[in-house]
T-cell receptor
Framework: AQTVTQSQPEMSVQEAETVTLSCTYD???????LFWYKQPPSRQMILVIR??????QNATENRFSVNFQKAAKSFSLKISDSQLGDTAMYFC??????????????FGDGTTLTVKP | NAGVTQTPKFQVLKTGQSMTLQCAQD?????MYWYRQDPGMGLRLIYY???????DKGEVPNGYNVSRLNKREFSLRLESAAPSQTSVYFC??????????????FGDGTRLSIL
């Protein structure tokens, strides 16, 4: 079974600065998907960014980018120019569709990010 | 709006009572999932349905049952609620591998408290 580890339970950053959230995972698979989700106090699960394991290029979405190191099984999220609205819990997730084509995801325990004015 | 709808949003039960959490999607996705989220933790998979007519156990299935009523609906039942089942429950959907690297789509969650 896959495991996902987020080693930083809580982090804080000043508005407009850059912060990096860490995620490591354990798998024997070679093809899989990785995701970062944001969960604000409203509890909604919002996709931030996605990465296919077969792609060497790191994904970027506006102020959000990842550092994907496949050999090291590491998938960190960098938030640039942090905004107050980025305050939320962030979850790293691993997905490997199985033979039944079910896209089950394994989630880390999350990092609570606080952006300070 | 298209999406995943969960009912109810909040529920308080007494130990031993039963209830069913409902989930409906209008995204035409094949797979559906039930997760629970305990305080300070990530989501853990309870049950899933890869396609209409199939259901399988996830990581924490004990104390729960599910029904994939049709392609749109996937319900989660607690037959005899226990305080350990106090949690926030999320339903999610996924279109399948033929659609590329799509993420799961989540409902807004049901906060369930068992006294």
């Amino acid at each position: 079974a896959q495991t996902v580890t987020q080693s930083q339970p809580e982090m804080s950053v000043q508005e407009a600065e850059t912060v990096t959230l860490s995620c490591t995972y354990d798998t024997s698979e070679s093809n899989y998907y990785l995701f970062w989700y944001k969960q604000p106090p409203s509890r909604q699960m919002i996709l931030v960014i996605r990465q296919e394991a077969y792609k060497q290029q790191n994904a970027t979405e506006n102020r959000f980018s990842v550092n994907f190191q496949k050999a090291a099984k590491s998938f960190s999220l960098k938030i640039s120019d942090s905004q107050l609205g980025d305050t939320a819990m962030y979850f790293c997730a691993f997905m490997k569709p199985d033979r039944t084509n079910a896209g089950k995801s394994t989630f880390g325990d999350g990092t609570t990010l606080t952006v300070k004015p | 709006n298209a999406g995943v709808t969960q009912t109810p949003k909040f529920q308080v039960l007494k130990t031993g009572q039963s209830m069913t959490l409902q989930c409906a999607q209008d995204m035409n996705h094949n797979s559906m999932y039930w997760y629970r989220q305990d305080p300070g933790m990530g989501l853990r998979l309870i049950y899933y349905s890869a396609s209409e007519g199939t259901t399988d156990k996830g990581e924490v299935p004990n104390g729960y049952n599910v029904s994939r009523l049709n392609k749109r609906e996937f319900s989660l039942r607690l037959e005899s609620a226990a305080p350990s089942q106090t949690s926030v429950y999320f339903c999610a959907t996924w279109p399948g591998t033929g659609i590329g690297n799509q993420p799961q789509h989540f409902g807004d969650g049901t906060r369930l408290s068992i006294l």
